[in-house]
């Protein structure tokens, strides 16, 4: 098993660029999760899925936007990326039930300039 | 919702001392409780968990210790080494509800 996987590693954009940062599980879970991590400010959810076909907004969603069309595969859209995006994004992704740990991917380091 | 405190923000040792770190929360309805490890430039993992059911859990030199009367829980790692150094982020959630609330992070420094 792969686990949880995430593509591409590193990207730089300019101001104004869009791009597209996929996930991708082989574990069956039904949740998956965008997180952005600053320093010092721990991990911030930008949005989630509890299922093929669904989203919903966590803490910081304004910029992002997410489709989950197959249910191992979460991707976050930047349609036009700011410097305050610049970050390192993790997915995760769990299986259903509170009691379920979620299982993170490796990031993808992001530069806006 | 869930609030979730974790302190402190960072943590300096001396190889072979004992480091603790302790997290509270704010809903009692809180049941799980996973403590993360995050390595420099490397994903968050789980390396140990408690379930409200029971006050401690043990796994070699680290073990999570749970008052839920308190609503505090707290990593404990003896014994450090400095492949111990890194960011732990304490965690909590609830039957219910589909996201996890995480502590800020403790940054573990472990002195050779």
């Known amino acids: 098993n792969a686990g949880v996987t995430q593509t591409p590693k590193f990207r730089v954009l300019k101001t104004g660029q869009s791009m597209t940062l996929l996930c991708a599980q082989d574990m069956n879970h039904e949740y998956m999760y965008w997180y952005r991590q600053d320093p010092g400010m721990g991990l911030r959810l930008i949005h989630y899925?509890?299922?093929?076909?669904?989203?919903a907004k966590g803490e910081v969603p304004d910029g992002y936007n997410v489709s989950r069309l197959k249910k191992q595969n979460f991707l976050l859209g930047l349609e036009s990326a700011a410097p305050s995006q610049t970050s390192v994004y993790f997915c995760?992704?769990?299986?259903?039930?509170?009691?379920?740990?979620?299982?993170f991917g490796p990031g993808t380091r992001l530069l806006v300039l | 919702g869930e609030n979730v405190e974790q302190h402190p923000s960072t943590l300096s040792v001396q190889e072979g001392d004992s480091a603790v770190i302790k997290c509270t929360y704010s809903?009692?309805?809180?049941?799980?409780f996973p403590w993360y490890k995050q390595e420099l430039g490397k994903r968050p993992q789980l390396i140990i968990d408690i379930r409200s059911n029971v006050g401690e859990k043990k796994d070699q030199r680290i073990a999570v210790t749970l008052n839920k009367t308190a609503k505090h829980f707290s990593l404990h790692i003896t014994e450090t080494q400095p492949e111990d150094s890194a960011v732990y982020f304490c965690a909590a959630s609830k039957g219910g509800s589909y996201i996890p609330t995480f502590g800020r992070g403790t940054s573990l420094i472990v002195h050779p």
């Open positions: 995760a992704s769990k299986r259903s039930g509170a009691e379920e740990t979620q299982y």
């Open positions: 899925s509890v299922g093929e076909g669904t989203t």
């Open positions: 809903d009692s309805a809180s049941n799980y």
